[in-house]
T-cell receptor
Framework: SQTIHQWPATLVQPVGSPLSLECTVE??????LYWYRQAAGRGLQLLFY??????ISSEVPQNLSASRPQDRQFILSSKKLLLSDSGFYLC????????????FGNGTRLTVT | QQQVKQSPQSLIVQKGGISIINCAYENTAFDYFPWYQQFPGKGPALLIAIRPDVSEKKEGRFTISFNKSAKQFSLHIMDSQPGDSATYFC??????????FGTGTSLTVIP
């Protein structure tokens, strides 16, 4: 069966510091991968998605970037964090065929101080 | 612009009661409508989903009602239990496999 791993679970970082969040999927090949951000009391905002290695689409221009160095690895990064980057970051995956559902990891709670 | 509008923002229901959460959309290209359940500190988990060619889907105590002409769909939780207390998100997927989420409903079931 397929599983998704996200780490770390929680992170406290000072303003201006770099960020690296990692997500890996097991049990499937060539998944579509997504990064979402969930702010308190708000819905899920799509940040990036990827349909293959090195293929990244950005939905929202901001202080973040994403990379997909391997088929089942998705990384969310920032060179300098802002206070507004605080939130709950969720990685998600789906099989690349039309009709497959979206599955989420357990998220990373990021607090920028 | 919010592609999927969800209401209410919060809901309190007595144990054994029916919880109803509503969503509306505008994009007729949406072809798949899932509901997700999220507990604090966890990621959303797929609960139940429906396609627009079906008006209702039931899985245990959870039922999706879908009204294609009105572009609305709702989640009904029958015999609500304290363990159902969570945040629920509706979503819609377009033909490009992009998912659009509602803003969530915080459900509290009182024992």
């Amino acid at each position: 069966s397929q599983t998704i791993h996200q780490w770390p679970a929680t992170l406290v970082q000072p303003v201006g510091s770099p960020l690296s969040l990692e997500c890996t999927v097991e049990g499937t090949s060539n998944p579509n991968l997504y990064w979402y951000r969930q702010a308190a009391g708000r819905g899920l905002q799509l940040l990036f998605y990827s349909v293959g290695i090195g293929q990244i689409s950005s939905e929202v221009p901001q202080n973040l970037s994403a990379s997909r160095p391997q088929d089942r690895q998705f990384i969310l990064s920032s060179k300098k964090l802002l206070l507004s980057d605080s939130g709950f970051y969720l990685c998600a995956w789906r099989i690349g065929t039309h009709g497959s559902p979206l599955h989420f990891g357990n998220g990373t709670r990021l607090t920028v101080t | 612009q919010q592609q999927v509008k969800q209401s209410p923002q919060s809901l309190i229901v007595q144990k054994g009661g029916i919880s109803i959460i509503n969503c509306a959309y505008e994009n007729t290209a949406f072809d798949y409508f899932p509901w997700y359940q999220q507990f604090p500190g966890k990621g959303p988990a797929l609960l139940i989903a429906i396609r627009p060619d079906v008006s209702e889907k039931k899985e245990g105590r959870f039922t999706i009602s879908f009204n294609k002409s009105a572009k609305q769909f709702s989640l009904h939780i029958m015999d609500s239990q304290p363990g159902d207390s969570a945040t629920y998100f509706c979503a819609a997927r377009d033909t490009g496999n992009q998912f659009y989420f509602g803003t969530g409903t915080s459900l509290t079931v009182i024992p």
